[in-house]
């Protein structure tokens, strides 16, 4: 029904016991956004039996998920400088970007994953750690027409997720020697 793919792209695949690799868009599109998805999804099946009409009252407005301020950047920043490199929360980094959070649907890795968004190989050489945690807290504050949807992430696993990509996902030795001092966070 209409109604059940609005909540596939509303909710994200795995809310619905789907695919992980479908993100949701909830947090990122307005209700009428998603209306308009729906019927674009029946018009590529070829069907016409299942009409669209757009709710009453249906929302128009893009979800305000507030920013991410300077103080949330800066809590990370000593929660980082105190947990950021043990080897269990890099682990778990790694299980919420490649499974649970499905980073790799959209994102290439060492030649795995998606080719939708950015290859995220070398993503702790080329991004400090603040912004990568900010990125991912709401990435339609720093770029609204992003294709990157906001994806709901609890502030946990966010740090967890901004740490893997920080400390892992790393290749210095693609650059001259000196350039390496450039990359180092201060």
Request: positive net charge; hydrophobic residues 35%; proline residues 6%.
């Amino acid at each position: 029904s209409n109604k059940q793919i609005y909540r596939v792209i509303y909710l994200g695949g795995k809310k619905v016991r789907k695919s992980h690799l479908m993100p949701p868009f909830g947090h990122t599109l307005s209700e009428a956004e998603i209306w308009s998805l729906v019927a674009y999804v029946r018009k590529l099946a070829g069907d016409e039996s299942h009409p669209i009409t757009l709710p009453e009252s249906v929302d128009h407005q893009r979800p305000n998920l507030g920013s991410v301020s300077r103080e949330k950047v800066k809590k990370f920043r000593r929660w980082l400088a105190e947990n950021g490199e043990d080897t269990d929360i890099l682990k778990k980094g790694e299980y919420l970007f490649k499974w649970r959070r499905s980073c790799f649907a959209c994102h290439q890795v060492q030649e795995e994953g998606g080719r939708v968004g950015p290859n995220l190989s070398r993503a702790g050489d080329l991004y400090y750690p603040d912004w990568i945690y900010a990125w991912v807290s709401n990435p339609q504050q720093f770029r609204p027409q992003t294709r990157m949807p906001d994806m709901g992430i609890e502030e946990e696993e966010i740090r967890v997720i901004a740490a893997y990509m920080s400390h892992v996902l790393r290749d210095g030795k693609h650059f001259p020697e000196e350039w390496k001092v450039y990359f180092e966070t201060p």
